[in-house]
T-cell receptor, first 115, second 109 residues
Framework: GAVVSQHPSRVICKSGTSVKIECRSLDFQATTMFWYRQFPKQSLMLMATSNEGSKATYEQGVEKDKFLINHASLTLSTLTVTSAHPEDSSFYIC???????????FGPGTRLTVL | GQNIDQPTEMTATEGAIVQINCTYQTSGFNGLFWYQQHAGEAPTFLSYNVLDGLEEKGRFSSFLSRSKGYSYLLLKELQMKDSASYLCAVMDSNYQLIWGAGTKLIIKP
C-alpha cells in the first residue's frame, strides 16, 4: 500500500525559532499533499493544500507567511513554522492524494512543542 | 455551510457491538470515510462508502444513505484495542475531506 512518512516525529523548539517538517510519499507520486493541524481532543483542521510546482492554497485563518509550504517534487512537501510561539504547539499531520481523487494517505504526524 | 455531526463520546463493553452514527451536510459528495485514530497517532483508514448500502470488512462495517445524509460505523466483537477516536469525513465536490470532530469510543472490560 501507499506509504507516507513524516520527519521529525517529535520536535521541541524555543519560541521565536523556525521548524521544518517534511512529508514524503515513499512509493508513489503525489501531485497534491495536504497539511492538517490537530489540537488535543479536537478534529483535524486543514491548513493548506499543496500542489507540486505551484503555490499552496491556504485555508481561511491560516497565515501563509507563518506557515511556509514548499512542494518542490512529486514526493516531498515541507511545512516550515516560522517564528514559532507556544500556541503553535500542536500535532501536524500531512496526507498525500493517491492516483484516484478519493484516495488520501496519511503520514504518522509530527508533535511540535514550542517552549 | 458544511457540517459533519457525530457523537462526542460513547462507551461499550468488551465483546459487544457498537454503532457510531454520522450525519452530514456538504457541498457535493464524493464519498464518506471512516478513520480510526489512537491518541497521539495519525488517523488510519477504515472504510470508504460512495454508494448506498453496507460495506463489511471483518469486525467493522460501514453503512451509507446518501438521501438521508447518514452513515454509521458498526464495530462487532469489541476488543480493548478498539478504544480510540473514530472520525467521519466526507469528500466534497472539490475532493476535499470535511472532517467530523470524532467520536471517542471507550471500551470497558
Amino acid at each position: 500500500g501507499a506509504v507516507v512518512s513524516q520527519h521529525p516525529s517529535r520536535v521541541i523548539c524555543k519560541s521565536g525559532t523556525s521548524v521544518k517538517i517534511e512529508c514524503r510519499s515513499l512509493d508513489f507520486q503525489a501531485t497534491t499533499m495536504f497539511w492538517y493541524r490537530q489540537f488535543p481532543k479536537q478534529s483535524l483542521m486543514l491548513m493548506a493544500t499543496s500542489n507540486e510546482g505551484s503555490k499552496a492554497t491556504y485555508e481561511q485563518g491560516v497565515e501563509k507567511d507563518k506557515f511556509l509550504i514548499n512542494h518542490a517534487s512529486l514526493t516531498l512537501s515541507t511545512l516550515t513554522v516560522t517564528s514559532a510561539h507556544p500556541e503553535d504547539s500542536s500535532f501536524y499531520i500531512c496526507s498525500a492524494r493517491g492516483q484516484a481523487d478519493n484516495e488520501q494517505f496519511f503520514g504518522p504526524g509530527t508533535r511540535l512543542t514550542v517552549l | 455551510g458544511q457540517n459533519i455531526d457525530q457523537p462526542t463520546e460513547m462507551t461499550a463493553t468488551e465483546g459487544a457491538i457498537v454503532q457510531i452514527n454520522c450525519t452530514y451536510q456538504t457541498s457535493g459528495f464524493n464519498g464518506l470515510f471512516w478513520y480510526q485514530q489512537h491518541a497521539g497517532e495519525a488517523p488510519t483508514f477504515l472504510s470508504y462508502n460512495v454508494l448506498d448500502g453496507l460495506e463489511e470488512k471483518g469486525r467493522f462495517s460501514s453503512f451509507l444513505s446518501r438521501s438521508k445524509g447518514y452513515s454509521y460505523l458498526l464495530l462487532k466483537e469489541l476488543q480493548m484495542k478498539d478504544s480510540a477516536s473514530y472520525l467521519c469525513a466526507v469528500m466534497d465536490s472539490n475532493y476535499q475531506l470535511i472532517w467530523g470532530a470524532g467520536t471517542k469510543l471507550i471500551i470497558k472490560p
